[in-house]
């Protein structure tokens, strides 16, 4: 029985996560055939089979997925290994897998890439938008490097480094009897309906914790939508939301049919903050970086406007 090659665990591994065959070869950029050949003789040398195939879903086997998960270590280590060597250069090449929420992908995310490339020119970013609790778990699993998110939020062992504070504001239509306000108490949600994102989304913890502030009794969550939806969503009614201010130029853009109202308590929003694994070699390299990540985000948020009719 021979041992296994790391190309042939990579591929496994795609197969499970995928669930495909075929959309595993397309995203290794192999061919099918090329594919199933490799994983029928990771098959053949480990003695068990790794996938239940139907004409509908692929799937582990209760031996593979023992097998599955120990291949996703192996991988990882062997990442560990290429990371811990080129640490010592003092910088990052290779691939640099970066994960972020999507309350903060769409409209932070291509700052702190472009800045990453400016500090690690040779680095190949690989950008994916994940929810909050998926984020945290592929970033501890390994199949994340790097995750922006918000925080407070539970991110395990992993190491968090704060980026800035990013307040809210308030969006209602630009009709609403508020709209024509600059600044509102957080007192004074009380009396409105607040839209909500449903839960899995932490911007919906975040914003809810505000609304428990200012005892607001009528609020709803959206179903299966995104902060687009959830702002088109609030430009046609009579309620109001919470939207960071990233997302206020792209949301509450001109002819959006919004309005947004800042808010009088300035301490009132969410930290964005990067995190990785205590482990990572590269952890000294990321640790270096974060004051110049941190300063090109500040600046950012700072061109920002509170308030502003869309």
Known sequence: MGRPTLRQLEYAVAVERLRSFSRAAEQLHVSQPGLSAQIAELERRLGVVLFERTRTVTSPTPAGREVLARARDLLRDADDLMRAAESHCGTIAGVLRVGAIPTVAPYMLSTVARHMHRLWPDVQLELSELRTTDLVSSVITGRVDIGLLATPVDTGTLTVADLAFEPFVVAVADTNRMAARRRLRVDELGAMEVLLLEDGHCLRD?????????????????????????????AASDAATLLPVAAVPVEARPGAGLATLGLADGDVGRTLSLVWRAGDPRADVYTRAVSRLAAAVQQVLQSRPAGRAG
């Open 206 to 234: 975040h914003a809810l914790a505000v609304c428990n502030l200012a005892g607001v009794a009528n609020h709803r969550d959206v179903h299966d939508a995104g902060l687009a939806v959830l702002a088109q969503m609030v």
